[in-house]
């Protein structure tokens, strides 16, 4: 009766989750800029599978008329966004259109920025599912670290353009949470491609997904194991003892080059990059001990957390995440499909978000990924109830700018603000009511969604033939 | 019938005793925007709760001495929501074994006699929530199979099964979009089976003497599947078949006809591709409205304009809650409202979404005589909403079920107490 695809991705043990952080609260210390590209690395090719994303056509857009949720300031109502070279040219109560723009009248809707999933299996699981396109979770060893999603991802996934008609213009490919440690993430752009590497964002750092808790113990634990929770971080720690051991050798090397350099291996080189600082660890686990232990792990290895994803219970611990600088990839409603999802709370978001925490509403879910909105609304009303109310202005932080930091490319995306990309959404309404869509999506500047024209609604080839063409909405 | 007087006297006599806990009172909303589902819309409008059931919905209606008033100034009354169909209750969570209580393993998977109801857990943490939602009555449905057994309508009301009970069986189940779980190898293979079924059906009805002597052949089903299944064939019981390809509908569309049986389609992915059809033959549809992911082979054409859709063509539609939902589903019956809000943004008239989440299924299931609308002498199943309940920021503030008000605290109301305050606390502070 149902679409099951999260049971079936729980069962093969994808299912997991993420955090985030507020205005209102002291931001968390991000030393992670600053240590990007100083490590050497152990290939002398660090980026194997290059970018060959070009931005779509774009013309000079202004958007007058409409009320701005800018995830960097007040709302701003009647306003007007332009929209020039594929960036965000100028914000605020009047802009300046340019003789050859193209003027929206808004007529007093809404408009954010792009909205920013930082947690999606688009491509990895892609529909129409079933095993040929199973390929989230490589479990055949709880530690893999050595694979890449991107050479998973299907780029003509069905799940792509309604994700995008959802205004996700920016998402995270993970791979499942099977194992211990799950392999690279990539950070795509929801835009058509003939290949992944024309979808992957320019210069976004790969992520690390880890997963702790029941996955791994229930996939592996008459496998060889682990099978226990004690075995799982037994597991963590063995790996990143090797990668230290592994990251030294190659430091040396690279600064002497004497004699002949270290065996490559792919895995430890991906840990490395992790204990260099250039990428960032997406970690999904959903109780609060063993989040606690998840940093302390961290500590000992000297790497850093960036998002705690699912965190089920991070209210429980809101304060050590706030700490600790760590962001919490959360769900709004989801919970109790497992023992350590028991203790979900609608109030959640609100919780982490008073505590000073970064908040992120992300998905897992090909489904709920379109609507991160409604999920965001929920979390809002959840803390409304409490006596903990969530603005507008902050909860679209929730979906915009602290995901793209989570991806740490909040100088890019996330806000509309002058010079960063032009990922925008045009809604129908108030982005927080049930009855809101996006109308039109501008990535890069590019019109590539519009609710209102079928010309202008991507269909992948699979579509073509399969799917009926309804030419109207998606 | 007890008197209006008996009852006034009822209720003083119980006041100031324990008179939360009891439903033998009268209790008055006044001054909300009234939707009764069955008539149209009340401005200023009254609904009158006696003795746990609705007494009197109007503009002008008397208020009974000593009844406990409500007022709804400037909210809306609905009658409590029906979730047309949920493993609330039999499945707690779902990768705890021993908290899974929707599946019968039946003989060749078949297991028409399954009542799937006699294992629900009314203790369950997630009944409160979802009624703290608004939701006040379920179709509580098993799964897996061919015939995976037959469905019961209850009421979110504390206490045993038996208090719950509303209608107990409202429909038997089959699935039929997938030959391999019922351990089929095609889809044809799957509906002669079927066919074999109801064949077999029909025989033993007509021949128990027979076959209580041993002098029947060999049947596709068992003694007690095949007794479940009478019903069905005597279009009694409607057998909802949960099914999302165009040509499976089509399919279990001509077997209907041809076993007189009484059909509903559930998830139907594909059924706005017929729904001229389906309107013609009055069978209703139950559905989501987020679901638009080609999901697979069966399910390419979803969409989520399927209820509009449907709607629109003249199909009765029911909405699920959570119907896109997987392992989570139980615990967000709650979002009912939700699925009903986007049946909206995507087509269906505010109306119809609000009877497809009322009445409608009550309707289907054969038991709109007891829930799913402000009548009198149904059920006192009312929620008073803050504003528009597809809404999120609109809360159920007063929700009540056979005329009793509850607003206990859910299981996460009492975590958050804990941890609203870190570092937190172990206590629990005593019940009030």
Request: glycine share 10%.
């Amino acid at each position: 009766m149902r679409a099951f695809l999260c049971l079936l991705l729980i069962g093969a043990g994808a299912c997991a989750s993420a955090p985030s952080q507020t205005t209102t609260s002291p931001t968390p210390r991000d030393t992670t800029q600053a240590d990007v590209g100083r490590g050497a690395t152990s290939t002398p090719n660090a980026d194997p599978f290059p970018s060959t994303y070009v931005p779509f056509p774009s013309r000079t857009t202004v958007i007058r008329n409409v009320n701005l949720l800018t995830a960097a300031g007040p709302l701003i109502r009647n306003g007007a966004i332009l929209l020039q070279n594929g960036k965000i040219a100028a914000v605020g109560a009047t802009v300046d259109a340019p003789a050859d723009a193209l003027v929206i009248d808004g007529a007093g809707k809404y408009v954010t920025p792009g909205i920013v999933d930082d947690h999606s299996h688009l491509g990895v699981y892609a529909a129409p599912g079933g095993n040929a396109l199973s390929d989230g979770n490589e479990a055949t060893n709880p530690t893999t670290p050595q694979v890449w999603a991107e050479h998973s991802v299907w780029p003509q996934d069905p799940q792509f353009p309604r994700n995008l008609a959802g205004g996700v213009t920016t998402l995270q490919v993970l791979p499942g949470s099977a194992n211990l440690i799950g392999g690279r993430s990539v950070v795509l752009k929801v835009v058509p491609g003939r290949t992944v590497q024309a979808m992957k964002f320019p210069g976004a750092k790969y992520g690390l997904k880890m997963a702790c808790g029941e996955n791994p113990k229930r996939v592996y634990g008459q496998r060889g194991g682990p099978s226990t929770r004690m075995g799982n971080v037994a597991g963590y720690r063995a790996a990143w003892i090797r990668a230290v051991d592994y990251r030294r050798k190659w430091d040396k090397w690279n600064a002497d080059h004497k004699g002949d350099p270290p065996t490559r291996d792919l895995g430890l080189e991906t840990l490395a990059e992790v204990l260099r600082g250039n990428m960032l660890v997406h970690n999904h686990c959903y109780r609060a001990d063993e989040m606690a232990q998840m940093i302390d792990i961290a500590h000992e290895f000297g790497y850093k957390i960036r998002s705690f994803h699912h965190g089920v219970e991070a209210y429980k611990i809101a304060d050590l995440l706030a700490k600790e600088g760590i962001a919490g990839s959360l769900w709004a409603d989801w919970g109790s499909f497992k023992m350590e999802a028991l203790d979900a709370v609608k109030a959640n978001m609100a919780l982490v978000n008073a505590a000073g925490a970064r908040v992120i509403v992300h998905s897992d879910d090909p489904s709920g990924s379109q609507r991160l909105n409604q999920e965001a609304a929920k979390a809002m009303e959840a803390g409304a109830e409490i006596g903990l109310p969530v603005s507008e202005d902050q909860a679209i932080k929730w979906l915009t700018i602290n995901p793209a930091w989570a991806l740490g490319l909040d100088d890019k995306i996330g806000s509309l603000e002058a010079g960063k990309n032009a990922d925008v959404i045009l809604w129908t309404g108030d982005p927080f009511s049930v009855y809101s869509k996006p109308e039109k999506v501008w990535v890069d500047g590019a019109l590539l969604f519009d609710r209102t024209d079928p010309s202008q609604q991507w269909r992948t080839d699979f579509e073509l033939g399969f799917v009926p063409f309804t030419g109207t909405s998606r | 019938m007890i008197s209006y007087k008996l009852i006034t006297r009822t209720v003083i006599t119980l006041l100031g005793s324990t008179a939360a806990t009891l439903n033998a009172q009268t209790i008055a909303i006044t001054g909300g925007k009234v939707y009764p589902v069955s008539g149209p819309v009340i401005e200023n409008g009254t609904v009158i709760i006696t003795n746990g059931k609705i007494s009197a919905v109007g503009a002008n209606v008397p208020i009974p001495a000593g009844a406990q008033r409500i007022d709804a100034t400037g909210k809306i009354v609905t009658p409590g929501f029906v979730n047309s169909s949920t493993q609330l209750g039999v499945q707690e969570i779902a990768q705890v074994n021993d908290t899974r209580d929707m599946t019968a393993r039946g003989k060749d998977n078949i297991a028409a006699a399954f009542t799937v109801w006699e294992g629900l857990n009314p203790n369950s943490v997630m009944m409160a929530p979802a009624r703290k939602e608004g939701v006040t009555s379920f179709v509580v449905v098993p799964t897996g199979g061919l015939i995976a057994g037959q469905a019961a309508l209850v009421d979110v009301v504390p206490g045993t099964t038996t208090d719950m009970l509303v209608r107990a069986p409202v429909a038997m189940v089959a699935e039929v979009g997938d030959p391999q779980s019922a351990g089929l190898n095609s889809r044809g293979e799957l509906i002669v089976k079927l066919r074999e079924v109801l064949e077999d059906t029909r025989y033993f009805q007509s021949h128990r003497d027979a076959f209580d002597r041993a002098q029947t052949r060999p049947f596709a089903a068992s003694r007690l599947d095949l007794q479940a299944l009478i019903p069905v064939i005597e279009g009694r019981l409607p057998l909802l078949v949960t099914v999302d390809r165009e040509a499976d509908i089509d399919a279990a569309m001509r077997l209907a006809r041809d076993y007189n049986v009484k059909l509903m389609i559930g998830s139907g992915a594909e059924a706005w591709m017929m729904a001229d059809k389906l309107a013609a033959a009055h069978i209703p549809v139950l559905t989501g409205a987020e679901n638009n992911i080609p999901a697979g082979f069966a399910a390419l054409g979803q969409r989520q304009e399927n209820a509009g859709l449907l709607r629109k063509a003249g199909v009765e539609v029911a909405l699920i809650g959570n119907a896109g939902g997987g392992d989570e589903e139980a615990f967000n019956v709650r979002n009912l409202r939700q699925e009903a809000g986007n049946a909206v943004s995507y087509g269906m008239t505010w109306d119809d979404a609000l009877r497809a989440v009322t009445l409608a299924p009550a309707e289907f299931f054969g038991a709109g005589d007891r829930v799913g609308s402000l009548q009198p002498g149904r059920e006192g199943n009312v929620v008073v909403w803050s504003g528009d309940p597809f809404e999120f920021t609109t809360r159920a503030e007063h929700v009540f079920v056979r005329g009793r008000e509850y607003h206990e605290k859910t299981r996460q109301d009492l975590l958050i107490e804990r941890y609203r305050n870190l570092p937190g606390t172990h206590n629990t502070p005593p019940p009030q």
